[in-house]
């Protein structure tokens, strides 16, 4: 079990929108800024397309785009395309004596 | 260009060693804090160890403190993850992934770029 958590899939079709969400607690999420995502393609490299809650990294599109309220943060993807089919996973900074949380991770399919 | 390259996984038993290496190009470790993450099968990933610019200060998960190591040459501009008493429990991908810390507090901000990841394997 995750410290965050995410759903374990969602889905769309091409083009239309979809909302993956990251709940954590007030000692995570709730009181810091810190909280990012990353697209992973399993066997290749995560990257960071959300950092700060919702600052998009140069270079990524404005598809994406972050978001929080109170004790969970949500990653929008619009216009979505099949190149968007991947694992997104949430990162946030915690007080707690451990260095950062991970979510567990959400599968996008794009139908 | 950065690039994080892992390398130095493979099949160990239980209770034996593996020593992992991040070589990386395009910046210097002596700029930047460093961390190993893992992904074991079907899991989420787990934050493991990481290690400050200068190198004097590491911090480790409790699930592998005591047993790993993180370290690194900066003139070879490369970060090691050195794993004893390895169980069952260590089977994943490693990933080395550099932070980014806010500048006031030292805290955490995000993982700018990562690695593919190295997978280590513990079975008898």
């Known amino acids: 079990q995750s410290a965050l958590t995410q759903p374990a899939s969602v889905s769309g079709s091409p083009g239309q929108s979809i909302t993956i969400s990251c709940s954590g607690t007030s000692s995570d999420i709730g009181n810091f800024h810190s909280v990012s995502w ?5 066997g290749k490299a995560p990257k960071v397309i959300i950092y700060d809650i919702n600052n998009r990294p140069s270079g990524i599109s404005h598809r994406f785009s972050g978001s ?3 004790n969970t943060a949500s990653l929008d993807i619009s216009g979505l395309q099949a190149e968007d089919e991947a694992i997104y996973f949430c990162v946030s900074y915690t007080s707690t004596n451990t260095y950062v949380f991970f979510g567990g991770g959400t599968q996008l399919t794009v139908l | 260009d950065v690039q994080l390259v892992e390398s130095g996984g493979g ?3 239980p209770g034996g060693s593996l020593r992992l290496s991040c070589e990386v190009t395009g910046f210097s470790l002596t700029d930047h804090e460093m961390n190993w993450v893992r992904q074991a099968p079907g899991k989420a990933m787990e934050w493991v160890a990481f290690i400050s610019t200068d190198g004097r ?3 480790y998960a409790d699930s592998v403190k005591g047993r790993f190591t993180i370290s690194k040459n900066s003139a070879q501009e490369s970060l090691f993850l050195q794993m004893n008493s390895l169980r069952a429990e260590d089977t994943a991908v490693y990933h080395c992934a550099r932070a980014v810390s806010d500048y006031v507090w030292g805290t955490f901000r995000y993982f700018d770029y990562w690695g593919q990841g190295s997978l280590v394997t513990v079975s008898s």
């Not at chain 1, 990353?38 to 399993?42: A, E, G, K, L, W």
């Open chain 1, 38 to 42: 990353y697209q992973h393609h399993p």
């Open chain 1, 68 to 70: 929080k309220s109170g």
């Open chain 2, 11 to 13: 099949l160990v038993q």
């Open chain 2, 57 to 59: 200060t590491q911090y």
